[in-house]
């Protein structure tokens, strides 16, 4: 569609085009990198989390029974449990999301080139 810009007055017109959704193309082999990524980010933090609570956990159960705690039991069992749960979790999360996204992705992509 061709118009007229108003403030020129040579009448200089100029081309308004459809922004281009300029994506970076998406590969197959993009994936697992990004899966592997979010999922170990995820596994350290449920290690984290698990280990928190966990050592809060027998801290406060030693306080009730009053004896003292022994915390190699939260970052030898509790904590490392947690942490390949979230891990497994994530991964497969992660693997169907960035599946999905790449079919999707591709889908619109021959959407486009097939409306042009």
Not at 10 to 36: D, E, F, H, K, T
Not at 53 to 67: C, E, H, K, N, Y
């Amino acid at each position: 569609m061709q118009r007229t810009h108003p403030g020129a007055s040579n009448g200089v017109s100029y081309s308004l085009m459809c922004p281009s959704l300029s994506q970076p193309r998406l590969r197959w082999y993009s994936i697992a990198p990004r899966v592997l990524f979010f999922s170990l980010l995820l596994t350290l933090l449920g290690f984290a989390v698990g280990l928190l609570l966990s050592i809060l956990a027998i801290v406060i159960a030693a306080q009730l029974r009053g004896t003292s705690p022994n915390l190699q039991l939260a970052y030898r069992s509790v904590a490392p449990s947690i942490a390949v749960a979230a891990g497994g979790v994530s991964f497969v999360v992660a693997l169907v999301m960035e599946i999905r996204y790449y079919r999707h992705s591709k889908a619109l992509a021959e959407i486009v080139r097939a409306s042009r």
